[in-house]
């Protein structure tokens, strides 16, 4: 563990992120490769050879934050699941990434150093975001591309989301945390669920270090119009970060191949709250 991390809050951080991925499949290989970007940690499973898929996370979330979908796909993919270089996590960066083309070249230089040419990308919020930037960038390296409650992309984001994020990642305190993401999902607290407290110790030590990183942005017509890759975007009826009804329209009407679904009674949080049915329409676009 290195120096800076090693203290009693990145300790707590680091147990309930094993203790998330003990939910993960049986066969999954948690490995780190590096890059001229710092040392990238991912966690693989599924079918060794099989078509890649690769799994981006949202900001605070980490790549653990899929183990209720790695299962699903696992069945019949290869399933690579990153820690964003610029989040907290169990990544350690060794540059800034300024902008947007940086992350895209940390996630390609990911895939190169597992030999992945191409693959199919699905992205959570932030992550969503990011696989449409590469798919944008870099579109001969994605096959598919699967948004999951996407940032930004298609429409802005809400003042009220960073009114709510703004002390969650500032003050180092987990409740906090924990509290911003109950209010990006829709029900009663899920006290049982185990991201819930990887998720409050995440935010009780990020204090302001993802105020530097590439904001997601709002891609243009032109942009949008040029997308390659067949696009499914799935979110919220009761997304809070952005308008919904105003997402998908704009998506819709510039994209030349998607697929927009909105599910019925779930927040941004969607995969956590519907896994089952984000599961199905993963892996019926994947075919």
Same mark, same amino acid.
């Given at each position: 563990?290195?120096?800076? !991390?090693?203290?009693?809050?990145?300790?707590?951080?680091?147990?309930?992120?094993? +203790?998330?991925?003990?939910?993960?499949?049986?066969?999954?290989?948690?490995?780190?490769?590096t890059?001229?970007?710092?040392?990238?940690?991912?966690?693989?499973?599924?079918?060794?050879?099989?078509e @890649?898929?690769?799994?981006?996370h949202g900001?605070? %979330?980490t +790549?653990?934050?899929?183990h209720?979908? %790695?299962?699903?796909?696992?069945s019949n993919?290869?399933?690579i699941?990153?820690?964003?270089?610029?989040?907290?996590?169990?990544?350690? $960066?060794?540059? !800034?990434?300024?902008?947007?083309e940086?992350l895209?070249e940390?996630?390609?230089?990911?895939?190169?150093?597992?030999?992945?040419?191409?693959?199919?990308?699905?992205?959570?919020?932030?992550?969503?975001?990011?696989?449409?930037?590469t798919?944008?960038?870099?579109? =001969?390296?994605v096959?598919?591309?699967?948004?999951?409650a996407?940032?930004?992309?298609?429409a802005?984001? =809400?003042? %009220?989301?960073?009114?709510r994020?703004?002390?969650?990642?500032m003050? @180092?305190? $987990?409740?906090?945390g924990?509290s911003?993401?109950?209010?990006?999902?829709v029900?009663?607290?899920?006290?049982?669920n185990?991201?819930?407290?990887?998720?409050?110790?995440?935010?009780?030590i990020t204090?302001?270090?993802n105020l +530097?990183? $590439?904001?997601?942005?709002?891609?243009?017509?032109?942009?949008?119009?040029?997308?390659?890759? $067949?696009?499914l975007h799935?979110?919220?009826?009761?997304?809070?970060?952005?308008?919904?009804? =105003?997402?998908?329209?704009?998506? !819709? !009407?510039?994209?030349?191949?998607?697929?927009?679904?909105?599910l019925?009674g779930?927040?941004h949080?969607?995969q956590a709250? =519907?896994?089952?049915?984000?599961?199905?329409?993963?892996?019926?676009?994947?075919k």
């Amino acid at each position: 563990m290195p120096a800076a !991390r090693n203290t009693s809050a990145w300790q707590r951080f680091y147990e309930a992120y094993d +203790s998330v991925l003990d939910h993960w499949p049986s066969d999954v290989v948690s490995r780190t490769v590096t890059t001229p970007s710092g040392t990238t940690q991912l966690h693989q499973c599924g079918i060794e050879g099989g078509e @890649p898929v690769v799994l981006l996370h949202g900001m605070g %979330a980490t +790549s653990v934050s899929w183990h209720a979908i %790695a299962g699903a796909l696992a069945s019949n993919y290869q399933v690579i699941a990153l820690d964003n270089i610029v989040d907290v996590n169990r990544s350690i $960066p060794t540059r !800034r990434h300024r902008k947007p083309e940086d992350l895209v070249e940390w996630l390609c230089d990911v895939m190169d150093a597992l030999e992945v040419d191409r693959a199919h990308l699905v992205g959570c919020s932030y992550g969503g975001w990011l696989s449409m930037e590469t798919a944008l960038r870099r579109p =001969k390296r994605v096959v598919r591309v699967g948004l999951v409650a996407p940032a930004a992309t298609f429409a802005p984001i =809400k003042a %009220a989301f960073y009114l709510r994020v703004f002390p969650s990642v500032m003050l @180092p305190i $987990p409740w906090l945390g924990r509290s911003f993401m109950e209010w990006m999902r829709v029900g009663p607290p899920d006290p049982a669920n185990p991201m819930l407290e990887l998720l409050g110790r995440n935010f009780a030590i990020t204090r302001g270090r993802n105020l +530097s990183v $590439p904001p997601p942005r709002v891609f243009t017509d032109e942009e949008l119009a040029s997308i390659e890759a $067949p696009v499914l975007h799935l979110q919220g009826e009761h997304e809070v970060i952005l308008d919904p009804e =105003k997402a998908a329209e704009r998506a !819709r !009407r510039l994209v030349p191949r998607l697929e927009s679904v909105t599910l019925p009674g779930t927040g941004h949080l969607i995969q956590a709250e =519907k896994p089952e049915e984000v599961s199905r329409r993963l892996l019926d676009f994947l075919k």
